[in-house]
């Protein structure tokens, strides 16, 4: 256990639902991700807090939509999904963006499927 | 791109054979870090290497980082089972976001 959990570990919804996704981390730390881990391609970074305030929307489509009410805890709440967002959705979190602590640890994702 | 281009992308080897990953960047890193992925798990932080030739070692693994702070590798001897997954070398955005860039990995496959 690194210490961020995530849920639900597994989720498949229609491209008309909305669901959330939650992470939670427990190691005092300031700054969370959301990442998108498809099959074909490289781990991609889509939102980051550090602080509770986003610093990085990495180009995502609005049909995501992240939600950071403390340092501890991240939303990625999601509506109108296409299949192709089918992916493993990972949350990590770090020290802070500004320490130089940059290690990140994740938690187990959430495997998504869009049906 | 601020793409890292990691080689090979598959490996596979017979337990006890030594194993080696490299990546390579065409910009000056600042630093590398290094992640294992277990198959239906999670990246997992290994290292980070900050100097330029820097070498650290954690018991079978090897990471080196490259004198011109362009490339580093990962070598792992006498490989065993628990070896298994994918190794991703990651680097840093520009700035103090937090954005780690992660290259494709690299998956060893460890036959027995």
């Known amino acids: 256990e690194t210490g961020v959990t995530q849920t639900p570990r597994h989720l498949v919804m229609g491209m008309t639902n909305k669901k959330s996704l939650k992470c939670e981390q427990h190691?005092?730390?300031?700054?969370m991700y959301w990442y998108k881990q498809s099959a074909k391609k490289p781990l991609e970074l889509m939102f980051v807090y550090n602080f509770k305030e986003q610093t990085e929307n990495n180009s995502v489509p609005s049909r995501f939509s992240p939600e950071c009410p403390n340092s501890s805890h991240l939303f990625l709440h999601l509506h109108t999904l296409q299949p192709e967002d089918s992916a493993l959705y990972l949350c990590a979190s770090s020290q802070d963006l500004g320490t130089g602590h940059y290690e990140q640890y994740f938690g187990p994702g959430t495997r998504l499927t869009v049906t | 791109g601020q793409q890292v281009m990691q080689i090979p992308q598959y490996q596979h080897v017979q337990e006890g054979e030594d194993f080696t990953t490299y990546c390579n960047s065409s910009?000056?890193?600042?630093?590398i870090q290094w992640y294992k992925q277990r198959p239906g798990g999670h990246p997992v932080f290994l290292i980070q290497?900050?100097?330029?030739?820097e070498v650290k070692k954690q018991k079978r693994l090897t990471f080196q980082f490259g004198e011109a702070k362009k490339n580093s590798s990962l070598h792992i001897t006498a490989t065993q089972t628990t070896d298994v997954g994918t190794y991703f070398c990651?680097?840093?955005?520009?700035?103090?976001?937090?954005?780690?860039?992660f290259g494709q990995g690299t998956t060893l496959q460890v036959k027995p």
């Open positions: 910009t000056t890193l600042s630093n």
């Open positions: 990651v680097r840093h955005g520009s700035g103090n976001t937090g954005k780690l860039i």
């Open positions: 190691l005092g730390h300031n700054a």
């Open positions: 290497l900050v100097k330029s030739g």
